[in-house]
DNA sequence: TGTACATCAGTGAACGCGCGTTCACTGATGTAC
DNA sequence: TGTACATCAGTGAACGCGCGTTCACTGATGTAC
């Protein structure tokens, strides 16, 4: 973000941009009003014209990571061709690969402490993410007879903690060093046996 | 923890279980050394006579957390009396157990930004804690015919993934008000799927 | 048991710092005529 | 096309604040004789 005159044109992204690097680099709590203005190459006032405080700019990071997160889910859920298996899969693979590239998104939206649902436009965003995943579980369990087949919001919520807690424990520094497995194989492996277990995939 | 004389006498727990408390309250980053000292009754200068600094005291408490973790997992494993599928279980609530009733610990385990491994005694409790739920996902899987064996490390950290993904998830309150599954449930169920399509259980 | 002294565990004041935010301002831009 | 003016998006200085940490100090405690 090259500054070009007294106005720069676009410092609400560039202030985004900045949030995001340094929240990569030093965690939610490292980030600075004053650093991210700096980085952008603004005064410490500038960012005030375009953000009520601190908050929400995290806010506004969170925000664009939800989006962009349920934009590849979505992605990712038609590359399934129609299988729900595949489907799945390719939405657990997408998960873990937005989390790899994009960490400063994923730390605002699940790790600095912003409330999802205490801003509605958040939880709008995040929910159609969600939903993404949720209607992967609905068509990969209805064909089960319905004694044995368990709510989809629980598959859902069974994917997704997996594929966060992998994320969290053993995709980043710490203390992933002490796994043997890359993340991607973890998720693969893991979500492979669970749909054995749910019946949708055969025995072996 | 009531102060008698010019001697605190248990000042250095007294700021462990102040820290606890701020940390629940306000997260990892609101935690101060000055707000510690004040619960504890003491001038904030005082926490330096037992601790190098604030890092330290958070150490601290993550170092009792892991080891406190570590207790109750073992304890519950031994719950299981022999049955590998009874111990896993125990085991699974005992973690959830633990990050409900000890929150601040849970935190300042696994969300404080605390190094686990740069720091050879907390990684040492650490390995114990976990190494309780290897040694059970190992004797589930000991009777399993060696080319359908998974290693036990990934069934364990399987079970670490999805437990901890639902604690952060689920267990607290964002975004979990909107599951409809109590925490509890989700994770048995989860273990449920998870070990019938590892063949440990009977399909149903 | 008493005393002298070393050590331990506190105090209180002070420091430097950087942060979030506000305010009056000013330069740049867009628009109506 | 030129001009006047409103609005927008910056600046720079200042603020109050609280934090982590240090330092010289002092009160309390433990111990040797």
Redesign the interface.
Known sequence: MVRRGYHHGNLKQALIDATIKLIEQK???GFTMAEAAKQAGVSAAAPYRHFKGRESLIEAVALQGFTLFGDLLEFAYTKGNGSAVASLEATGRAYLAFARKNPGHYIAM??S?V???ANPEI?AV??RALGVITRAADELIENLPAE?R??S??VS??I???????V???AR???G?????PPEE?LE??I????????VLP??
Chains 1, 2 share one sequence.
Do not use: C
Request: a negative charge.
């Open positions: 965690g939610p709590s699940f790790e402490g409330s999802i649902n939880a995040a929910n044995k368990p709510p919001t629980m919520q069974h997704w903690a997996l594929s966060h807690g992998i969290e424990l053993f520094g710490e203390p060093a002490m796994s043997p497995f973890l492996a893991g492979g046996v669970y749909l054995r277990g749910l019946n025995k072996d």
